[in-house]
Nanobody
Framework: QVQVVESGGGSVQAGGSLRLSCAAS????????MGWFRQAPGKEREFVAA????????YYADSVKGRFTMSRDNAKNTVYLQMNSLKPEDTAVYYC???????????????????WGQGTQVTVSS
C-alpha cells in the first residue's frame, strides 16, 4: 500500500512564501509521477503542478506559473512545492498525489493518480 504524506502548510501574508513537502512510500520517489492539487471551500479540486517520474518534466497551472516551483529530492524520496508571491486566492487545502507511471500523459488530471495524501491547509491573508 502506497502512503502519501504532505507537510508544510500554514498561514502567511500575501507576498510571502511557503514550501510544501510530500513523501510517497513504497518505492523510490523517481518511480512516481507526482502531482499537487488544491481545493478551496466550495470549489472543485484543481490542478496546481506535476512532475513526471524519471524524466523529471514539470507542468504548472497558468495561475501559478512563475510563482510556484515543483522539485524532487530522490535521496530523501520527497517532492516539494515552493510557493512564492502568494496571493489570497491561493488559499486552499493542498493535496499531493502519486502514481506509478512513467509517461507524461494527463499529469494535470485528478484521474491520473491513484494515491492521495490527506491534504495540508495553506492560508494567505491580505
Amino acid at each position: 500500500q502506497v502512503q502519501v504524506v504532505e507537510s508544510g502548510g500554514g498561514s502567511v501574508q500575501a507576498g510571502g512564501s511557503l514550501r510544501l513537502s510530500c513523501a510517497a512510500s513504497g518505492r523510490t520517489s523517481s518511480d512516481y509521477a507526482m502531482g499537487w492539487f488544491r481545493q478551496a471551500p466550495g470549489k472543485e479540486r484543481e490542478f496546481v503542478a506535476a512532475l513526471s517520474s524519471s524524466g523529471g518534466r514539470t507542468y504548472y497551472a497558468d495561475s501559478v506559473k512563475g510563482r510556484f516551483t515543483m522539485s524532487r529530492d530522490n535521496a530523501k524520496n520527497t517532492v516539494y512545492l515552493q510557493m512564492n508571491s502568494l496571493k489570497p486566492e491561493d488559499t486552499a487545502v493542498y493535496y499531493c498525489a502519486a502514481e506509478l507511471y512513467f509517461g507524461t500523459y494527463r499529469l494535470d488530471s485528478r484521474s491520473r493518480y491513484s494515491y492521495w495524501g490527506q491534504g495540508t491547509q495553506v492560508t494567505v491573508s491580505s
